[in-house]
């Protein structure tokens, strides 16, 4: 198993997803001998899951099932433990593209916070590209290193512990985009600006507050970068739903007719008139938009270092 690769087997010390339903799911180290406990009991890893294929629907010990899943930059990040605030895939759809990140792409980011936006960056960048991620709280970088290790994408990936705002990212020159996550961004655009390469490239800043994205587009427009846009994402999750409708009774028409004009089905028009009976129903399938929509994650500011 490997987050840039697939590899259709389950084999020890592998990450796995043991998927319950879409609202419940989570991470497991698969090991010898060890088991993981379900609400449908227990799940052996030597004989439920090591050698089996990826997909597969496993019984656990009280007779209920689960599928174990190959995971993914998006599967973790709905999985990760947190450790901070993080990106989720809308956003990180949105910045991956505008940020044109493909592979071979070398890209410095910072904070590494937990790890969701940067096993995202290095899925797109491998096998050739590289990601320089920056992280000034300690056990937070080491967590970060520990995983990209389990996760066997640690060599496309460099973890350094200092102050982006003070030091930077450590390279000059090097990279084709800049993602920044902090608090002060605007603190770290001149490191950003030295850290693209000389022939330029993309930087983003994630920003909650409105009022760090007007610091954070002085200082880019400061220090000479162009195309300056702020955009915002919201997702919109709609459910499949069957839906019924009663169909207003009209009275009857000079014909004899029901009013409605719509086929009434097994009842007579007669039956159809009299209060005493259901009132005739239609049923159809329509996407249902949830009732509590995400709300507002943050203000994604893109802009372009140019060489001239
Ligand atoms: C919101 S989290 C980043 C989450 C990350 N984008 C993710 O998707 O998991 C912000 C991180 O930036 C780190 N940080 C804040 N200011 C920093 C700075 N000046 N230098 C380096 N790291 C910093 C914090 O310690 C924190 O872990």
Redesign the pocket.
């Known amino acids: 198993m490997s987050f840039i690769e697939y590899g259709d087997t389950i084999k020890e010390g592998d990450t796995a997803i043991v998927f319950l339903g879409h609202e419940s799911m989570f991470p497991v180290k698969v090991q010898h001998g060890g088991k993981t406990q379900t609400k449908y009991g227990v799940i052996r890893h030597s004989t439920d899951l090591i050698g089996k294929k990826y997909g597969s629907k496993v019984t656990c010990s009280k007779g209920g099932w689960v599928y174990i899943l190959y995971p993914t930059p998006e599967l973790w990040t709905l999985n990760l433990r947190h450790r901070?605030?993080?990106?989720y895939s809308t956003d990180i759809s949105l910045i991956t593209m505008m940020l044109e990140l493909k592979p071979g792409s070398i890209v410095c980011e910072?904070?590494?916070?937990?790890?969701?936006?940067s096993h995202a960056i290095i899925r797109t960048i491998a096998p050739t590209g590289h990601l320089y991620t920056?992280?000034?709280?300690q056990q937070?970088a080491e967590k970060a290193i520990e995983e990209f290790e389990e996760h066997k994408v640690g060599h496309l990936v460099t973890v350094k512990t200092q102050?982006?705002?003070k030091n930077g990212f450590g390279v000059t020159n090097v990279a084709d985009a800049v993602f920044l996550?902090?608090?002060s961004p605007w603190e770290a655009v001149g490191h950003a600006k030295l850290a693209l390469k000389h022939e330029g490239g993309r930087i983003c800043s994630f920003s909650p507050c409105i009022e760090q994205v007007q610091r954070t587009c002085l200082a880019l427009e400061e220090h000479g970068f162009t195309e300056i846009t702020t955009s915002e994402i919201l997702l919109r999750v709609y459910n499949v739903r069957t839906i019924s409708l009663q169909i207003p009774d009209l009275g009857k028409t000079a014909d004899g007719n029901s009013s409605t004009g719509v086929d009434g089905g097994n009842l007579s028009n007669e039956d159809a008139l009299c209060p005493n009976l259901p009132q005739e129903t239609i049923q159809f399938k329509s996407g249902v938009p949830l009732k509590e929509m995400v709300g507002h994650t943050g203000y994604l500011t893109f802009a372009t270092k140019n060489l001239f």
């Open positions: 901070t605030q993080i990106l910072s904070g590494t916070g937990s790890a969701s936006l920056i992280e000034f709280h937070r102050d982006v705002c996550d902090i608090p």
